[in-house]
């Protein structure tokens, strides 16, 4: 029993650390989007700097009798990971912030620990116990409190498409990295799922999808000029490097749903990295919303038998990669991707449909292209209907309005001046 808490006091330190390593990507990053970074190269930078930097100790870690092998046996974790929970997310990120306010995107996002509650919660039909339950809506009413909801206007529904599949990339990011005992080094696992996170995200700014600004030129941080590879080498490695290995060994030893809710700190600590290095204020609503964070994630105690994915004895064997831990036991691997498959899918389609609306040169529907015709005139009640060829009285209409010539004009085919009605509309068969 003192080994099980010794394992999750020692996961509860190194999950706090790692929120608290992600926190600093906004104080260290906002000097690079002050001096014109695009947010996709720093997310670029970040995730290749990193890799670079987990080269060596991935290298070594994978040297390990049975390391390599392991590692080829997760390659659909590594995979998933990397382009889901590493590049997926940020992708969804960015182009949910062009749509829609960054205050509602992040809170979406950081709704992926109540995802994981209640997806765990359908999929076992075992109700988590009632402190937890409390502590989660604790948490999130301070989560809100402290991002707030600004923006006016209607809320575009495919930024909030892109938000909820940035949160699900969020709960598959403490999914697949809670996998313990599978046989692969945290620190091999990171380096390959960054490295290919970064090829994705820098392939998808490279093609055009993201914007792409990265000026080689100072940038001011804490009073000081400094060089831009400055601020970059610290987020590759304190906010990527050390953060991702820091939170798969966290989310190993905790579980994913206990990991999840550590991972609401990172708002805590970024807001006040912001009060004490950037001088960003905190107003009294947010730190009533700081508190309540860290009351309702005190409330939600680590479960007391993590799951764990064990290996055969027998190296040659097939390691159990279909399943993954959640909150108690496994579920299907298949079943934590039905939402991200059926949310990619709807995403896939409209940007389909945008990309082709652009090559065609349509006009987005929000601009009214396909808003509902002005009705007809009204005549006392009564809408006119437009005649037809066939149904057109040649003679009827020269008795009520005179024959047609160029000596009398148009101006009794346009308007009659003694009754004020309009003359019936011409058929083009018979104009000229």
Known sequence: MSAVRARSSMGLAVAVSASLAFSTIGTLASPLLDAGWSPAAVATFRLLIAAAVLAIPGALALRAPGALRALFRARLRVVLYAVLAVSGTQLCYFAAIQRIPVGLALLIQ???PIGLLLFM??????RPVTMVLVGSGVAVLGLVLVIGVGGSGGVDPIGLLYSLTAAIGVAIYYVLGAVADDGVPPVAFAASTILIGGLV?????FVGLLPWSAPKVDVTMLGSHLPWFLPVLAIAI???AYAYVAGIIGSSRLGARTASFLGLLEVVFAVTLSWIFLGQSLAPVQMIGVALVLGGVAMIRPEETPAVVTLPVDPDAVAPVSRVPLTTGTIPLPAVLEPVAATTAAIAIVAAAQIAADEGGFEPIENGMLAEPDPAPVEDGVA??????????LAAFEAAYGAPSAERGSEHLDHDETSGRNPPTRPLALAG
């Open 384 to 393: 006119e209907e437009e005649t037809s060829v066939e149904d057109f009285d």
């Open 121 to 126: 919660w359908a999929r076992t039909r075992r």
């Open 110 to 112: 950081y709704l992926a």
């Open 201 to 205: 995200t820098g392939a998808a700014a």
């Open 238 to 240: 304190l906010a990527t």
